[in-house]
Structures are given as C-alpha cells and as structure tokens.
C-alpha cells in the first residue's frame, strides 16, 4: 500500500500542475499514467503534435511567402508524412523528457499504469509490473478524454479519428473532414494548405459557432479561397470504404462524397470509462465527463475533476490553471484567478485567438458597445510577412470606454491576444490604448489602429 497526501490520475497538463503544486506545499504527491510515455493525449496525439505538424505545414508549403514568390511556391516541392512528422517527433521527445524530469525534481512519484477506484479513498493501479494499492486523501481526476467513436472502424488508413495523424503512412489526396469543430477545422486548414482538396461536412450552419461571426466568415472565406469545400448544415447519413485509400460518405441531403480519406472529429468523450467510478460513489455524463462545482470538487469532495475530462473550454491552458487551482482547494491555499479572462486559442490556418465577450453575448445582454477594426493589410508588419488576410477587433463599452473583448484572426494571433488580455485584467480603456505607443512595424500596432477606429466612431456619435 502506497499512501499520498494527493494522488493524480494522468500526466497531462492538468494533472502536471494539480501534482506538482501540491508538491511545492510539501505533500506526498503520486501520480500515475496508462501510457508508457507521460504527457498524455496533449503532448503524444494532441495540441504538441498538431502544434507542431502545423508549423512543418506553414514552413513546408511556403504558405505564408506566396503573397510574394507566387501560387505555387513551396519550400519543399513534393511534401511527405516523414517531412511533417520529422519535427513531431522531436518534440514529443523534447516534451515527455522535460516533464519526467519536473516529476522527478518535485519529489513527485510516478507510477506507470491504469487506475480504478476500489473505494472512494483507496485505488488500485495496474500496469506492466503488476498491480500497486494507493491510499490517499485527496485525489485529482485529470485523464482526459478520447475521441468519439465513429460509425465505421478506424483501420489508420481510409478511416481515421484525430488521434490517428501521426499514424498516417502517406498524404492523401483528398480529404473529407466529418465535424468542424476546432480539431477538425484545425486539420481541415493544414492539409488545405499543404494543396490536398479538402471537404468538410458538418450539422451546425456556421464555422466555430462560440467564435466572433466576424471572425469565423473571415476564417470560411479564406478556407474557401485554399479550396476547401464547406457543406454547412449537413449531416452524414451513410459511409462506406469502397476500396483502401477510398471512402464515400452519402450525406442526409443525398450528396456524396468520395475521398481518399476521412478524418472523423465529431467531438470527444471523457476517458473515465477504467475508472470505477461508481466505487468512489460518482458517475460519469453520457460522454464520460464529470461534474464539479466552483473548485473543481466532484459529488465526493475529496476527489476533483480538472482538464478536458470536465468539459469545456478543454484547452491544455485552462487545464493547468484548473489543476493548480484544485491542488489549492484541496490543502486549504487561498489563490485567485480570473477565469472570465480565459483566453481561447484555434491553431487554424490562419489561427483565430480570443478573449472577453463577443458582439453575440453584448447583444444578449443589452450592453452599449463599438467596435475597433485593425486588418493587417493596413499595417506594415503584415506587409513584410506577407499576410494580408488578418483581423484584429476591439470591442469597447460606448459609455465608460472600457474594453470589454478582443478578437484576433492572423498570424500571431494566439500571441497577440494576450496585450488585449492585460488591458481587460486592468480594466484598460479605450483612451489608455489610444495613447500606448507600441513598437513599428508589429502586429501589436494593430492594437492602436484599431483604438483609433473605435475612438473615432465614438467621437462622430457624441
């Protein structure tokens, strides 16, 4: 029997924090992983390898330098999988090796295996050496999720779920993406990038529904413009693999759709299925997600839930605040966040970042405001870079000049959004910003544009 003060259930962002802060308060923290490398789905399948296949794409392709050297310029002229996984890999490696070492120099214990509750403070974890017993006082769900399973069998080769990019042997020809949500229109714009005829199908009528709609018609018109084909409020009814490397999905509409490969991203579900949760007196949602009050506690409140497997925003961000937060809880620490703040990041093609409030929700909600628009054609950093498509939005309360959100599509996006960030933690105003000098030629002077642009709206209503 192995006793711990904190014991974690998954390596990945969320747990990494919730374990390494208990350690940093003294505690007796262990922490235990299914796989036999730590990171979880965010450093092996998910935001570091797309991360990074994203940036082997964006070099690779030569995307970025068109706008100067032509249509057809590519850095590399015939593009494989080996070439957009070299860096991958690399820095899965680079990943898994800072984080056993951050385990190690925090005194944290890592147990390799597979958890199940036994009762609501005792667990049993199961792994290549056999079975250990745990006891401990508190515990932190954080294992994360998988994906949705989908109507026909993955085989890595016509059919694969977002899990399985890493795994492909060669580049399709065609792509047909099944869920547009940020996994999938993140994959969507990769490949379209890289030139591969893209089709993405999916229920809802628009793009990333809880995105500024500025923001995403921006997005689906430059999806458009790399010839990617959009079928909106569609819902597929049927798919068939007619042969290896050919699948036709007949959509509800009667439409069908052929392609060499389907990419099936139609959500995720919590991976608490191992658990025995009942065990520990609690029980999952139908997509295996928990439910937690303010602190992150379960309906048992010794045990909390953090990260992806808790639901939205499911962002490795948010995940380590939430487990650093939990950790905090647990031991009685007083701590603050600003959860309101939270930015959100879409590693597109282009990539879309956020914060604060949409114009949707200060409509809602009945609150006077103006918008501020910067596009990075009118600044000289997107002209050096070559990327005339970006959009930066300020939107700023029409009678105490505060800022109330920012929305950003560009490149750097995910960058930039965090000045926006400290002018809404600060409570910032429009005048503050109007009268910030920021350094030429940035994309940060996109800021001051569009204060400028708002300012003056302002001023001709007055």
Do not use: W
Request: proline share 4%.
């Amino acid at each position: 029997m192995q006793q711990f003060d904190l014991f974690v259930l998954g390596t990945g962002p969320a747990g990494q924090r919730a374990a390494v802060q208990a350690a940093k308060l003294g505690k007796r923290v262990g922490i235990c992983e299914k796989r036999q490398v730590v990171g979880g789905v965010c450093v092996n399948t998910g935001t570091i390898p797309s991360k990074t296949f994203r940036e082997a794409v964006l070099y690779l392709s030569g995307i970025a330098q068109r706008a100067y050297y032509g249509a057809s310029y590519s850095v590399k002229e015939n593009i494989t999988m080996e070439d957009l996984l070299l860096r991958c890999q690399q820095v899965i490696t680079r990943e898994i090796d800072v984080i056993r070492s951050q385990m190690k120099r925090n005194g944290i214990a890592l147990l390799g295996g597979s958890a199940a509750f036994t009762d609501p403070h005792h667990l049993t974890v199961t792994g290549a050496s056999g079975t250990l017993e745990v006891e401990a006082e508190k515990v932190v769900i954080a294992v994360g999720t998988k994906p949705a399973a989908p109507p026909v069998p993955v085989d890595g080769e016509s059919v694969i779920d977002s899990d399985g990019i890493l795994s492909l042997k060669r580049l399709p020809r065609s792509l047909l993406v099944v869920g547009a949500g940020v996994i999938g229109v993140e994959y969507a714009s990769m490949f379209a990038a890289l030139g591969i005829e893209v089709t993405i199908v999916d229920k809802r009528p628009v793009l990333l529904d809880f995105v500024d709609d500025e923001i995403a018609e921006a997005l689906s018109f430059f999806l458009r413009k790399l010839n990617c084909t959009l079928r909106l409020g569609e819902e597929v009814a049927t798919v068939a693999v007619e042969r290896p490397g050919r699948v036709a999905a007949t959509l509800k509409s009667g439409k069908k759709i052929a392609s060499g490969l389907l990419l099936y991203s139609v959500g995720r579900v919590g991976a608490t299925a191992p658990l025995n949760l009942a065990a520990a007196g609690l029980q999952a949602d139908e997509r295996g997600r928990l439910e937690v009050n303010e602190a992150y506690q379960t309906a048992q409140p010794h045990i909390y839930a953090v990260g992806d497997v808790i639901g939205f925003p499911a962002l490795a961000s948010t995940s380590m605040e939430q487990g650093r937060l939990a950790s905090c809880h647990a031991f009685g620490v007083a701590c603050e966040s600003l959860p309101h703040l939270y930015p959100i990041g879409i590693y597109s093609v282009p990539e879309i970042s956020m914060v604060g409030k949409t114009e949707e929700e200060l409509t809602k909600e009945a609150v006077p405001y103006e918008t501020g628009v910067a596009h990075y054609r009118e600044i000289a950093r997107g002209a050096i870079v070559g990327d005339d498509t970006g959009i930066l939005k300020i939107l700023v309360h029409a009678e105490t000049r505060k800022l109330l959100g920012i929305h950003i599509l560009g490149t750097a996006a995910t960058e930039l959004i965090h000045i926006g960030q400290s002018f809404l933690a600060l409570g910032g105003t429009l005048d503050v910003m109007v009268d910030t000098v920021f350094n030429y030629p940035t994309f940060a002077e996109c800021y001051k544009v569009a204060a400028l642009d708002a300012y003056n709206k302002l001023r001709a209503g007055d």
